[in-house]
């Protein structure tokens, strides 16, 4: 499927795709996709789990995705992390680490910010580190 044909829905599939192929090739083992809690009401979902193998750090990754048409430097899909959103996936994230019991391991949230544009064959993809509040 060309990158120009995504459909809207099929944006953040895409984009989480190239997340993870990047995140990979940075050195980061992915641990979990998709992750929501198990256990009683469910309070949200962190699109990518990841270790950095420099630091041995837990990665929580919030992977934001757009199509354009043509670059615009205004256009960022990380802008739409907002305050509520890092708290929800801080609380996430401490669920995570109770389930799996990594309670010795240090953590951050991270953000991928993966843009198509038409024109290009490869997405545009930014890593920024501890986006927390």
Known sequence: ????????????????KEAVKFLK???YKILDRNW???KGKR??????????KSTGQVVFIEVKSRFLEKYDKNILPQDQITQSKLTK???IAELYI??????????RID???????????????KHIKSVFL
């Open 89 to 91: 996936l801080s609380r």
């Open 43 to 52: 309070v949200g979902e962190i699109d990518i789990v990841a270790q950095d």
């Open 36 to 38: 929501c809690n198990a």
């Open 1 to 16: 499927m060309a990158i120009f044909k995504l459909q809207k829905n099929s944006v953040g599939q895409k984009g989480e």
């Open 111 to 125: 953000a991928v910010s993966v843009i198509f544009i038409k024109a290009e064959k490869k997405p545009n993809i």
């Open 98 to 107: 109770k389930e799996k019991k990594l309670f010795n391991m240090s953590w």
């Open 25 to 27: 090739k940075q050195g």
